[in-house]
């Protein structure tokens, strides 16, 4: 595990590096207007840009652009070389967590699987998302970003969703479309 002094401090008091990894997969929080077209689309990634608003302290992220596609558009394949990742990702001693961009729209589905193939994962798996993409007003993509970055600090290990103040632990993750955010399902 990498360290690093914390700053301000003139002790040899070290502080441990987190390290995250950022899966990029597309969808709403990375989507761009062409106005050549008139259209919203998958064609590069704004993390970057995101990244740089943030300030991380004792924190490294490493980013891995996997796709760049609307979350309708994932196939299985495309799912399975998530998962994939992943576990490559999370076998590493220096992960602290991983964050994956992704599509609200079947999200979802990713999350489950993730559940599925990690039930016991060794550090936080976070999706989150945007309803408006980074680029527009009143995106909520710098907020849910921030919070997935966050979130893979304090919460246990498991696969989540982290999105609007959150953060809902899978199974039973869903959609909600009326509200415009994530809810845990009602199980009787």
């Known amino acids: ?20 990894n950022l899966i990029s997969t597309g969808g709403t929080i990375e989507k761009t207007y062409d106005e050549r077209l ?3 689309s998958n064609v590069r990634s704004v993390v970057p840009l995101m990244l740089r608003r943030l300030r991380l302290e004792d924190i490294t ?12 558009d994932l196939t299985d394949q495309d799912r399975s070389r998530i998962v994939d990742t992943v576990r490559v990702l999370t076998g590493s001693d220096d992960c602290s ?25 060794p550090c936080p798996i976070v999706l989150t998302g945007a309803m408006r993409p980074y ?4 995106s909520d993509a710098l907020q849910n970003f921030t919070e997935a970055i966050f979130a893979t600090g304090v919460l246990q290990p498991g696969v989540y969703v982290v999105a609007h103040s959150r953060a809902l632990r899978f199974p039973g ?16």
């Open 135 to 138: 680029e527009m007003k009143r």
């Open 61 to 72: 992220v490493t980013t891995l652009p996997l796709l760049s596609k609307d979350s309708n």
């Open 1 to 20: 595990m990498q360290s690093l002094r914390h700053p301000g401090t003139s002790s040899a008091k070290l502080t441990p590096m987190r390290h995250i």
């Open 97 to 121: 967590g991983v964050v994956i961009l992704h599509g609200t729209d079947t999200l979802c589905i990713t999350g489950e699987l993730l559940h599925k193939s990690f039930p016991s994962p």
């Open 38 to 40: 008139g259209v919203l």
């Open 173 to 188: 993750v869903v959609k909600n479309v009326d509200r415009g955010t994530f809810v845990k399902e009602h199980q009787s």
